[in-house]
C-alpha cells in the first residue's frame, strides 16, 4: 500500500472518530448530571417517600437518542452527519431551524483528523500508531469538556491511568514499567501536593481531583521524567490562555481557568516530541 493512501484512510478514519467525539463531548457530562440527579432522587426518596418520580426516564446515552438539533428536535438523516461535509452543505445551520451549528464540531472532527493522519506518520501501520492515536483523542475529548463543565470525567481518566501501565507492559510505549508506574504515583501526587498548598495559603479550591488523575494518565503514559516538562508547558500555556481570555473579556476575574486542556495541550505534544525530555531536563 502506498503511504498517501495509507495516510489519507487515516485522515478518513479520524473524520469519522471525530465526529463520534463531539457526541461524547455533548453527551457525556449530561449523561454524569442525570445520573448524579438520579442517584440524589433515589437517596431523597429513601428518606422522604413522597419524592416525586423521576421525570426524564427516556434513555440517554452515547447512542440513544439519535443525533438530533439541540434547539428544534430535528433528527438528523445520514446525509447531515457527514463530518465537514454537511456541516459546509448546510451552512453552518439547522436544515429544520436555521439554528447556527457550532463551529467546534467541524473543528473537533478535523482535529482528529490531523491526529490520526500524524499518528501513522509517526509510528507506521503499527499498534503503537492506534494506541497513541486513543491517547490523543481521549485527550482532546477531555480538554473540551473541561474547557465547557470544568469536569474531567472518572470514566475518561481512570481508563488512560490503567491503559497507560497496560501499554508499558506490552510494550507499546518504550517505557521500562517503573518509569511509567512512578509517572502515574508521582503525576497524582505532584499536582495533589500543590492543590493542598494552594488550600491551606488560599482557602480556596485552585484545581479539581480530575487535573490529578489526568497528570497522573499522562504520567503513566510518557514516563515520570516527562512529568516536570509536562507541568512546566501545561503551566506556561494555561497563563497564556488565561491572559488572552482575560483580555478579550471572556474570563472574568477571579473565575478559575481549567487546567486540564492546558496538560491536554501538554500531553499532546510531549506525546510526539518525548526526546525533548532530555532537553529539559538540564534546566
Ligand atoms: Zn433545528
Redesign the pocket.
Known sequence: MSQSLVLTGAALLGLLLGSFGQVVVHRLPRMMERQWAREARDWLAEVEASAPPPQDSAPYNLARPGSH?P??G?QLPWYEMIPVLSYLFLRGR?S??G?AIGWRSPLLELAVAGLCVACVWRWGLQVQALAWAGVGFVLLILACIDWDTQLLPDSLTLPLIWSGLIATAVGWTGLDLQASLWGAVVGYLLLWGVHQMFLAVTGRQGMGQGDFKLLAALGAWLGWPALLPLVLIASVSGLVLGVLLRVSGRLQPGEPLPFGPALAVAGGFLMFWPERFDAWLWF
Open positions: 438539533c434547539a428544534c430535528h439547522c429544520a431551524c439554528q
